[in-house]
């Protein structure tokens, strides 16, 4: 399907959200009669059951409103390239659609067409504890697409299956108008998972906005061996992008990075494969102290091709994301050095630190106090 038919189409759509918007404030909410107020110990301003309408809830509530999705609810449509059907389209500012995290909500869209199930058209938006689910999209179908600032996508489990497509992407701008300058978007705690072309996209593809910060952290992203692609599509609203991954768990085989940025961090994650692909043709990209599923760390694991650099070196010698970082790197042969080295941490004293170094070599973990004490530390 042609960009252009579904840029106009969503322009469409996107002012008649903010016209009903309009009357909706204006006092005809009522009239609608899909809104039940919230019992839930003032957390919910509005609360959504089975049956009802999510999107017509969300323009309804008005700006700063937290939108709760009825416990164990479940929201399907099948949506077409013509018809986006129940698709979330949210266009107030400071929404929090959220739901039970113990017995969450779920939003599925069946449909083969190039919509998202949710799609952020508003600064500070917040989604949480969702079940979030895509199946059958055609390019263009993500779960949660991210146009505008300060997102915070949490706590959600993402699934579904888009060969063509990223299960998350962040972008910038409305379809007609990608002049925005996004900043603070933060992805936590999500599992994302199933068949997707990306687990994880960021893509600048038209100008002239820019994309400047975005965060991953605590995530778990198993999504059909596939992992992420960072596209700029020559738009250069990436290239001083600040991207940090860290703290998450990847079983995603390949990273596609094609920005000039020098600021994309990946560090501290679990990258548990038996192959790595970085296709990267320009930026640097640090992906130090992870954990590679061994303690010979990168070897034989990552596959860096391009003209990019990538930086692995030292890596993690344990599964701990939060252990010493050491791997890699030569030992110590002086109290200088087991000062200044990063290895003091490891022993109790410097020349400890050199002398134990020689008989063990690197290791992850430092011996506990007693068995220092008693002059005999040994590898936990």
């Known amino acids: 399907m042609p960009h252009n038919f579904y840029y106009g189409l969503m322009r469409e759509r996107f002012n008649k959200l903010t016209m009903l918007t309009i009357a909706l404030l204006f006092g005809l909410s009522a009239a609608i009669g899909i809104i039940t107020p919230a019992t839930a110990a003032g957390h919910c301003d509005v609360t959504v059951n089975q049956g009802e309408s999510v999107n017509d809830a969300i323009l309804a509530a008005g700006n700063n409103k937290t939108v709760c999705l009825a416990a164990g609810a479940i929201f399907e449509w099948s949506s077409t390239n013509s018809d986006p059907a ?151 609203g990436l290239n001083n992008a600040d991207i940090s991954m860290s703290g998450n768990t990847f079983t995603g085989s390949r990273l596609f990075n094609n920005t000039s940025s020098t600021t994309i961090d990946i560090v501290r994650n679990s990258i548990d494969v038996s192959a790595f692909t970085v296709s990267t043709s320009a930026g640097v990209i640090d992906m130090t102290c992870n954990w590679w599923g061994t303690a010979n760390g990168p070897d034989g694991v990552l596959i860096v091709s391009g003209n990019g650099k990538v930086t692995s070196t030292p890596w993690l010698t344990s599964s701990n994301l939060n252990g010493h970082c050491v791997g890699g790197l030569a030992g110590p042969t002086n109290a200088e050095e087991c000062r200044n080295g990063g290895w003091e941490g490891f022993f109790l004293t410097e020349e400890r630190c050199v002398s134990e170094f020689e008989k063990q070599q690197v290791r992850s973990d430092a011996p506990s106090r007693e068995q220092a004490r008693a002059g005999a530390p040994t590898r936990r």
Request: charged share 10%; hydrophobic share 35%; aromatic share 6%.
């Open 86 to 236: 129940e698709l979330i389209t949210i266009t107030n500012e400071g929404i929090t659609l959220t739901t039970d995290a113990s017995n969450p909500a779920t939003l599925t869209d069946n449909g083969a067409s190039f919509f998202p199930v949710i799609e952020i058209f508003a600064n500070g938006a917040t989604i949480e504890n969702l079940n979030l689910v895509r199946n059958n999209a055609t390019s263009g179908g993500q779960v949660i697409a991210s146009r505008k600032s300060n997102a915070l996508i949490q706590n959600n489990n993402i699934s579904g299956m888009n060969n063509l497509s990223p299960a998350v992407t962040i972008d910038h701008g409305i379809p007609g108008d990608y002049s925005d300058t996004v900043s603070n978007i933060q992805l936590l705690n999500n599992d994302i998972s199933g068949e997707f072309a990306w687990g994880f996209g960021i893509r600048s593809e038209n100008g002239p906005g820019v994309i400047n910060d975005v965060t991953l952290t605590g995530n778990v992203i198993s999504t059909n061996n596939t992992g992420f692609i960072f596209d700029s599509n020559n738009s250069g």
